[in-house]
């Protein structure tokens, strides 16, 4: 925002005073306060960027501060939870309007942040049916001016899709790693040191932040559950494959997913490239 010149003053509030110092030095906000109540007093937008399970706890806290006619908004990674969980607290006369920037790295807290992190990626907007049209405008020319492509979905239809494309893929992330640790007591660390590309992949997943996932998967139970369901019974098909011998089957299976990867890659949404519009900014650790 700052980058783009979107607001006039950017305060910013985290609740250790730790981030509020790193915040204060890396300078990307004109003022940093000790309370979130100082944070939103007189702010005409409140952008809520904690784990999905704390946001109600916040939105509580904030909201005798908030000035009438304010929005809030979120970026949480599962959206009818935070819904759920903040819509209570949002007093008559302000806005709030639920949203979700499909990008992101392994990497938490304020030095992993990067001015072009938006850029080209989507920003998934989940209004209430009756949303006010002119606040929904408003946010969705702020994620564009910061170089996003919005989308506008409803809240139970962003869960299932992101359960499929984000939390069941970390979740088998999580589980790979998982076993590939507990054969290194076995092999005596040749996982570790002779681990190729594709398990390297997995492990920048799987050392992403353990609370903001912990939380996706508790609050995105009914859909996770499903695509993971799903998700087993193919790698049973498979395996029956294997076991088989059925090198058809495998054949046309790794045919179809390979269409899948040049779909994604002509539709400009690949950003496993070793620069995909970070240049030129002050780059996120491991970007
Ligand atoms: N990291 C990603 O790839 C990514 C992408 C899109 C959306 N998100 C979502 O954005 C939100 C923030 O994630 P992030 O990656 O910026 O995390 P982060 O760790 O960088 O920031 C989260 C902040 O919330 C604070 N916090 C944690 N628990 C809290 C609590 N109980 N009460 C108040 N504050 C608390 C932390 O101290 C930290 O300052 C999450 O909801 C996450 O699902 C993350
Ligand atoms: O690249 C990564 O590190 C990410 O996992 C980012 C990612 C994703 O799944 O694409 C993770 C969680 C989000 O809510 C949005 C983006």
């Known amino acids: 925002m700052r980058a783009e010149g979107l607001a006039a003053e950017i305060v910013g509030y985290a609740r250790s005073a730790e981030t509020r110092a790193t915040v204060r030095e890396l300078g990307f906000c004109d003022r940093v306060t000790d309370t979130a109540a100082e944070a939103v007093a007189g702010a005409d937008l409140v952008v809520l960027a904690v784990p999905v399970g704390a946001m109600g706890a916040l939105a509580e806290e904030i909201a005798p501060h908030l000035a009438p006619g304010a929005m809030v908004t979120d970026v949480g990674s599962v959206k009818q ?3 759920a969980a903040v819509v209570p607290h949002i007093p008559a006369g302000v806005h709030f309007i639920a949203g979700h920037p499909l990008a992101g790295t392994e990497h938490s807290g304020p030095r992993s942040g990067f001015a072009t992190l938006f850029r080209n990626r989507w920003w998934l907007l989940t209004p209430a049916e009756d949303a006010d049209p002119v606040a929904l405008a408003r946010l969705r020319a702020l994620c564009e001016g910061m170089g996003a492509n919005v989308d506008v979905m409803d809240a139970p239809h962003h869960d299932l899709v992101l359960a499929v494309t984000s939390h069941t893929p970390h979740l088998i992330a999580y589980t790979m790693v998982g076993v590939a640790d507990d054969l ?3 092999t005596d660390s040749e996982v570790i040191r002779y681990s190729a590309a594709g398990f390297r992949d997995f492990t920048r997943i799987a050392a992403s ?8 998967f508790l609050t995105n139970k009914e859909a996770t559950l499903d695509i993971l369901g799903r998700f087993t019974e193919e ?4 395996q029956r494959a294997i076991r088989l011998g059925d090198g058809d089957h495998l054949h046309k299976y790794f045919t179809r997913t390979r269409a899948i990867r040049r779909g994604i890659i002509e539709a400009g949404q690949d950003t496993s490239a070793p620069d995909f519009g970070r240049s030129g900014t002050t ?3 491991g970007a």
């Not at 932040?209 to 996706?216: G, Q, S, Y």
Request: positive net charge; without cysteine; glycine residues 0%.
């Open 81 to 83: 939870a935070v819904i």
């Open 235 to 238: 790698l049973f098909a498979l």
């Open 184 to 186: 290194r007591r076995v």
């Open 209 to 216: 932040d353990p609370t903001m996932w912990r939380d996706v």
């Open 283 to 285: 780059a996120a650790p």
